[in-house]
């Protein structure tokens, strides 16, 4: 099991890119420099009126299969 850990500051506005559609992923920076890739519908359910704020792990299979992201 694959463990990324990352900080996301997203405004309302700019996530207004990603729930329309016209980008469909989301690229981040982990806290020890690996850069990642996921869809950008992952982070629906963590949607506010200020964005989507705070800590966050996503966890995979060796593969990159069977993707979860919860915020810590």
């Known amino acids: 099991m694959k463990r990324f850990e990352?900080?996301?500051d997203i405004s309302a506005q700019?996530?207004?890119?990603?729930?329309?559609?016209?980008v469909n992923q989301?690229?981040?920076q982990?806290?020890?420099g690996t850069s990642?890739?996921?869809p950008a519908s992952f982070l629906?359910?963590?949607i506010s009126t200020?964005?989507?704020?705070?800590?966050?792990?996503l966890t995979c299979d060796d593969k990159g299969k069977n993707s979860q992201l919860q915020r810590r």
Do not use: E, M
């Open 6 to 8: 990352f900080h996301l």
């Open 14 to 22: 700019r996530y207004l890119n990603y729930y329309s559609g016209s």
């Open 26 to 28: 989301v690229v981040a």
């Open 30 to 32: 982990c806290k020890d």
């Open 36 to 38: 990642i890739q996921f």
């Open 44 to 46: 629906t359910q963590f």
């Open 50 to 57: 200020n964005g989507i704020h705070g800590d966050f792990v």
